[in-house]
């Protein structure tokens, strides 16, 4: 006669975040539990969840205080552990920094170079358009944009602020949560974007040209993505 069936242990949030299991992770927070905790290896639920792609526990993460750019013991973002464009640029959409590096020196672009050359492309790709190098200032005093083409670059990043502020607040309306969170990762992404915008427009074209090519070049004598193991979904010391 069979024994009686043994319970299975429950998911902690780090498995469950990695599984895409919404409603255990709800549960856990919902338990006071820190949408930012780390395990033993300080590899948080927005790690987790971004290095298997949940962007549906991302939100949720996100809604309830997590944060996009939280770093481990290597110093590595969430960013750092994507496997595809889709979820790299949903982080980037929300804050996550391009322009840093770890505790090694490596950034995300290279970084994930190896493994996930796409995902390192399109990151390379938003990167050239927003790249804040210092640079000569007297270059940037001599190149001054006209006031008309201030004033359209404001209309534009106003008109897409007010866009997606109504866009966070529909969905935060439909989801019954609070937007908050998201509007104010939102506020801090355009401030960035338009300090980013008002460089751009101040730099001589070849001189943008030329950051862009240092960039990529400085980009390409970096390491490769940490190897996952099968262990839990923390780095393995």
């Known amino acids: 006669m069979a024994g009686p069936a043994r319970a ?11 599984d895409g299991d919404l409603e255990r992770v709800q549960e856990l927070v919902q338990s006071g539990l820190s949408v930012n905790i780390p395990d033993p290896n300080t590899y948080t639920p927005m790690h987790a969840a971004a290095s298997y792609g949940h962007i549906h526990v991302l939100e949720y993460l996100i809604a309830q205080g997590g944060d ?6 290597d110093g590595d973002t ?34 994930l170079r190896e493994d996930f050359p796409e995902v390192a492309t399109y990151l390379e790709s938003t990167v050239s358009t927003t790249h804040t190098d210092t640079t000569d200032q007297s270059t940037i005093a001599n190149y ?28 935060a309306e439909a989801e019954g949560r609070d937007p908050e969170p998201e ?16 460089y751009e427009m101040s730099v001589d074209p070849s001189q ?3 950051e862009g090519d240092d960039v990529r070049e400085r980009e390409g004598l970096h390491g490769a993505k940490r190897t996952r193991t099968d262990e839990g979904p923390g780095p393995q010391p």
Request: charged residues 20%; proline residues 4%; glycine residues 6%.
């Open 144 to 171: 001054i944009p006209s006031q008309h083409a201030q004033n359209i670059v404001t209309e534009e990043l106003t008109s897409e602020l007010m866009q997606a502020v109504q866009e966070i607040m529909q969905r």
């Open 68 to 73: 996009v750019n939280i770093t481990d013991e």
């Open 183 to 198: 509007l104010r990762a939102l506020v801090g992404r355009t401030v960035l974007e338009g300090v980013a915008t008002g």
């Open 78 to 111: 969430p960013l750092y552990t994507v496997e595809n464009v889709a979820t790299a640029q949903w982080l980037v959409e929300h804050g996550a920094v391009i322009n840093r590096t770890n505790s090694e020196g490596v950034s995300p672009i290279a970084h």
């Open 8 to 18: 299975r242990p429950e998911k902690n949030i780090w498995v469950a975040a990695s």
């Open 208 to 210: 943008r040209r030329e």
